[in-house]
Structure formats: C-alpha cells, structure tokens
C-alpha cells in the first residue's frame, strides 16, 4: 500500500494543531473520510436529491437506484447470502437496540439467561440489561484472560441450556483483541441460542464473512469504515428476519395501513421506518467502493505492520502500561494504555499539543474497565492512512510529556 498516496484523499490530515502536524489516532471512534466519499455525497444533493421508494420522476428513481445498489454493496462486502438480509440504520447501536427489542422480547423469558462478555461496549451491554430487566432473565458474563482475551474455557462453562441469546464484539474497542466468533457461534447454536455480533471494530479493518462466522446477526457503523455519520448496517438471517417484529412504525415500513391495525412490507422494508439517511446510505456505498479498492486484506496486514512496529515501542517506555495483550500478533491496532501518576485526560491534553488525536475516558466500556481495576484509560487507534512516522510521533509526544509531568509521576 502507497499510504503517502492514500493520504492525498484525507485532506482533513494535512493541517496544524497548536502549531504542530497533525496525527489523528482515534480512529476507534470515527475514521475520516476520503474525498472520493465527500464528492458523492454532495452528487447526491446536488443532483439527485429526492425521497426513494414513493416518486416515479427522474430525481426519485435516480435516488432509489443509487440506494438499493449501495444495499447490495454492502452484501457483497460482508458476504450475505440475500440482499433483503441487508438493513439500513443510524449505526450499530441502532442495530443492536432492534434486535433486543424486536427479537428478544420474543424469545427470552423469565429464568432464561442472555451472554456477553466483560469486554463489551456499552451498546453491546445496555440494550440486554434492559431486556434482562423486561422478562426477568439473568445477564452472564464471560470472563477473560490475565492477558485479556476472551477465555474459552468460561464461555463453554457459561453457555449452557438456559442460554437464549449471545452477543459478542468481533474486535474489542478498548483491548484490541480478535473475538473467535465463529467458535462461539458453533457454541451458541448447539444450545439453540441467536447469536449476534458487534462489528464496529472488525468490519472497517479486516475481511468480514458473515456466512463463514455463522452468525444470525452481525452489526456495524459507517463512520467507522470511512463513512458518514449516522448510517449503518444490520445484518440478519432471513429466517429471523421473517420472526423479528419491526421497533419503528409509520410510512415505507407498510404493506397496507386498515383503521385498526397495518400489515408489514417484504424485507427489508418492514424495518426501515420513515425517510431513510438516503445520502448516508449512497455515500457508505462509496466508501465500501474505496475499501474494496486498497483490499480488506491489504489494510489488515498494513495496520499489522504498525501494530508491531508500535506496540513493542510502547511497552518499552518506564511506567506505561498497556491493556491487552503484549504480543502485537494478537493485537489490532487498537492500544488503550495509561502511564503510572498520570490522569488519562491529562495525558490525552499534553498529546494534543503536541499535536497527537488520542481518546481519554471509559471508552464506551465502564464494566471491562471496572473488570481491570482502572477508571478510564488513554486509547490510540490506528487506520490504513497512518505511518510509521505517526507511531513515532505518538511515542516522542509520551515522553515529551512524561518529561513535562516529572517522568510520569506527579
């Protein structure tokens, strides 16, 4: 990969903060867009701007044609077997809400137990809380490794007979840690239990194969893959799809609306309430378009290269500790790490100035860090458009700021 080419489509990268060259390393969070995806999405509404489905005029059949293609874009890009297995929504917190809600008030009742793992992200914790909370079933918890992975030997234990739902991130958001997904789904459905995935994490950065994981669900954002904010994909099994009750009502989601009650559209219209995020959804096809081009592949073992470049770097650096694993070989290229005496926000201000985007905080993930012992941590996060000279600048900013801090100790 010529990334100092790639990065001529990221104009966002090529400025100053307080006065020095930027390094943006919170791609965990949202990745930055290419011009190739700015340029559609401002075609859209500068040309065919209009609501898709409902008009038979040029501007509303362009539109619909360019949103059912970015459909199938998206099913060949993790692999679906049907296109109408494709859902359209705000982002992956939304994906995994409809299925607790749609599905789950359906299939869990009281004494039944819903699984996850202590390394879940808040969205993958909340909506099953809630559940657990309307049907009066248990939430368990996987528990993990000394080195933080997931531990096999408990998910076999704690998946059992009474288990009706497990919900796992394919990547951890904070750990950077790999999930065996399709192990525990092989898991999952020798007991009868959906299992559903988190892919914030995997999808933007590896090759995803919804259908060699087995999953019954699969849920991912589009800013997080080059994107635009507040679209994303649900991923559903055409057979649960068919059971699954939609948790939005009103227009485009109708077969036909009688005085007292309404009929549901085909799939995947049931789902998909209302006007759509139209240009959200041709854009996230635009990004998906620019992937496929650098190769999901390609991206996964470049980002590989900065991780074992980076991490033994930092591992070597008195009073930081990093959280996960120490092999580079079992970590993505998401670091969260903190330095002895020194507050997160603190760290992630004096990396600032220097000029070095970090995330400080609980990361979306209060219980895995409750589980560490830690109250948040700092987090970087690399992307295909980042260099080794950004690992570098990352480390010099740390000890520039462990020098200003009294060597990390205050």
Not at 278 to 298: F, K, Q, S, V
Not at 305 to 333: C, Q
Not at 395 to 400: R, S, V
Request: proline share 4%; with cysteine.
């Amino acid at each position: 990969m010529n990334v100092e080419k790639i990065k001529q489509d990221f104009p966002i990268l090529f400025q100053e903060v307080n006065d020095e060259p930027f390094v943006y390393l919170d791609n965990a969070a949202t990745a930055q867009k290419p011009k190739q995806v700015l340029e559609v999405l401002n075609h859209y509404y500068e040309h065919n701007n209009a609501n898709v489905h409902r008009g038979v005029h040029t501007l509303a059949e362009r539109a619909t044609s360019q949103y059912e293609t970015s459909r199938e874009k998206v099913r060949q890009f993790i692999h679906a077997e049907h296109v109408c297995e494709i859902l359209f929504t705000r982002g992956t917190t939304t994906g995994l809400n409809w299925v607790a809600r749609g599905l789950g008030d359906k299939l869990v009742s009281a004494g039944d137990e819903i699984v996850i793992s202590q390394m879940e992200h808040h969205s993958n914790v909340v909506p099953w809380q809630e559940l657990a909370k309307r049907t009066g079933a248990t939430l368990v918890y996987i528990d993990l490794t000394p080195e933080g992975e997931l531990d096999l030997e408990d998910a076999r234990a704690k998946i059992t007979a009474k288990t009706k739902i497990v919900s796992l991130a394919h990547v951890s958001n904070v750990l950077g840690v790999v999930n065996p997904i399709a192990t525990i789904t092989e898991l999952a459905h020798k007991v009868g239990a959906v299992m559903i995935v988190d892919g914030a994490q995997s999808v933007p950065h590896m090759a995803v194969d919804v259908q060699a994981l087995d999953a019954d669900f699969y849920a991912f954002s589009g800013h997080k893959m080059c994107g635009p904010t507040g679209i994303g994909v649900l991923y559903g099994k055409k057979k649960w799809l068919e059971i699954m009750d939609p948790v939005e009502f009103g227009g485009e989601m109708i077969d036909f609306v009688y005085h007292d009650h309404s009929t549901w559209a085909e799939l995947p219209y049931k789902f998909e309430a209302g006007t759509p995020n139209i240009a959200g959804a041709i854009a996230l096809g635009a990004a998906i378009d620019y992937l496929t081009e650098l190769g999901m592949d390609n991206i996964h073992h470049y980002e590989q290269e900065l991780v074992n470049y980076v991490l033994p770097k930092l591992l070597e650096i008195d009073g930081v500790i990093v959280y996960g694993p120490s092999d580079p070989a079992k970590h993505t290229g998401v670091i969260a790490f903190n330095i002895d005496g020194l507050h997160p926000h603190d760290l992630s201000t004096a990396l600032d100035m220097e000029g070095v985007a970090v995330r400080a905080g609980h990361h979306c993930a209060q219980p895995l860090l409750s589980y560490l012992g830690v109250q948040s941590t700092a987090r970087a996060s690399f992307y295909f458009y980042n260099t080794k000279e950004d690992a570098d600048r990352l480390i010099e900013a740390i000890h520039a700021t462990k020098e200003f801090f009294g060597h990390g100790f205050i």
